[in-house]
C-alpha cells in the first residue's frame, strides 16, 4: 500500500531550537495538509497545500510556523523558536482534491519541547 | 460553517458487544462524510465513507448510513473484538465559499473494548 512517510517519527529538542519535520506525500496527491494532535485541542489543522501552493495557514503561528513545498514529494513544518506549548503530534495527510475522497494520513512526528 | 459533532467517550464494552458511536454533522450542500480510526502511535486511517444520502458505507464489519433527514453519520459494528480498542474520528468533506476542500473532522471517540 502506498503510504504517508513522515520524518522524525520523535524529536526532543531544548526550547528555543529550531525543528523541522518533513512529509514525504503519496506520489500524483496533489493537496497536502498538516495537522496537529494535542489532548486538549484535539486535530488543529495548521496548513493546506493543493500543486505546492499554500492555499489556508490561518491555523498556523505565523511568528514561528513555517510550512514550505519545495517540490511534490517533500513539505516540510518548521518551527523557529520552539517552546514547550509546541509539544505535540503532528501529522502530514496527502489526497486527491475533491470532498469525495479521503485523505491518508503519516504516522506523525511527536514532537517534545522541553 | 461546517461542523461535526461526536458522542464524547471512552466508550468502553465488552468483547462481542455491540458498538453504536454517533455523529452528528452541520454543512450547507451535499458533503461526503467519513470514519477514520487512529490506533495507538499511529496516524488515522480511513475507515469507511459515503459520498450521498442513503449511502452506506462499510469496511472491516463497520458500517454508517448517511442520513440526510437527521444530519447523522453513526458508525455501527455487530460486534467488538478487543483489536478493535482505538479512537474514533467522524469527518465531513465539503467544498467551501472559497473552492477549498478541508475535510472537517470532530474530536474523536475514544473506544476500549476489554476482553
Known amino acids: 500500500d502506498a503510504r504517508v512517510t513522515q520524518t522524525p517519527r520523535h524529536k526532543v529538542t531544548e526550547m528555543g531550537q529550531e525543528v523541522t519535520m518533513r512529509c514525504q506525500p503519496i506520489l500524483g496527491h496533489n493537496t497536502v495538509f498538516w495537522y496537529r494532535q494535542t489532548m486538549m485541542q484535539g486535530l488543529e489543522l495548521l496548513a493546506y497545500?493543493?500543486?505546492?501552493?499554500?492555499?489556508?495557514d490561518s491555523g498556523m503561528p505565523k511568528d514561528r510556523f513555517s510550512a514550505e513545498m519545495p517540490d511534490a514529494t517533500l513539505a516540510t513544518l518548521k518551527i523557529q523558536p520552539s517552546e514547550p506549548r509546541d509539544s505535540a503530534v503532528y501529522f502530514c495527510a496527502s489526497g486527491l482534491p475533491g470532498h469525495n475522497y479521503g485523505y491518508t494520513f503519516g504516522s506523525g512526528t511527536r514532537l517534545t519541547v522541553v | 460553517g461546517n461542523s461535526v459533532t461526536q458522542m464524547e467517550g471512552p466508550v468502553t464494552l465488552s468483547e462481542e458487544a455491540f458498538l453504536t458511536i454517533n455523529c452528528t454533522y452541520t454543512?450547507?450542500?451535499?458533503?461526503?462524510l467519513f470514519w477514520y480510526v487512529q490506533y495507538p502511535g499511529e496516524g488515522l486511517q480511513l475507515l469507511l465513507k459515503a459520498t450521498k444520502a442513503d449511502d452506506k458505507g462499510s469496511n472491516k464489519g463497520f458500517e454508517a448510513t448517511y442520513r440526510k433527514e437527521t444530519t447523522s453519520f453513526h458508525l455501527e459494528k455487530g460486534s467488538v473484538q478487543v483489536s478493535d480498542s482505538a479512537v474514533y474520528f467522524c469527518a465531513l468533506g465539503a467544498q467551501s465559499e472559497g473552492g477549498s476542500y478541508i475535510p472537517t473532522f470532530g474530536r474523536g471517540t475514544s473506544l476500549i473494548v476489554h476482553p
Open positions: 454543512a450547507t450542500g451535499y458533503p461526503s
Open positions: 497545500f493543493r500543486n505546492r501552493a499554500p492555499l489556508d
